[in-house]
Nanobody, 112 residues
Framework: QVQLVESGGGVVQPGGSLRLSCAASGFTFSDYIMSWYRQGPGREREWVSTFGSLADAVKGRFSVSIDNAENMMYLHMNNLKPEDTAVYFC???????????WGQGTQVTVSS
């Protein structure tokens, strides 16, 4: 079955960096569309990235890399801002489907 496990979250000061990881298993990685989403306190889940395309709020600060051999996806976050505080989720969608599979999320807190 599809499993997604995020890791790498933590507490960081404004301007700091983090790298989030998403370990995928139970499916053919290359057949799925992989995305990052986040949900800040009191906010709805919002899209961050799909296949390297980035939301305007993070463009120029975040980047995505994928290791197909290891079924891993990474979110590299630089120059973090307090408004980046959120639970970050890895999502996977089969290319012919509309439903996403989700991991449990990893908390990122940006605070001085």
């Amino acid at each position: 079955q599809v499993q997604l496990v995020e890791s790498g979250g933590g507490v960081v000061q404004p301007g700091g960096s983090l790298r989030l990881s998403c370990a995928a298993s139970g499916f053919t990685f290359s057949d799925y569309i992989m995305s990052w989403y986040r949900q800040g306190p009191g906010r709805e889940r919002e899209w961050v990235s799909t296949f390297g395309s980035l939301a305007d709020a993070v463009k120029g600060r975040f980047s995505v890399s994928i290791d197909n051999a290891e079924n891993m996806m990474y979110l590299h976050m630089n120059n973090l801002k307090p408004e980046d505080t959120a639970v970050y989720f890895c999502g996977a969608r089969f290319w012919a489907d509309t439903n996403y599979y989700w991991g449990q999320g990893t908390q990122v807190t940006v605070s001085s």
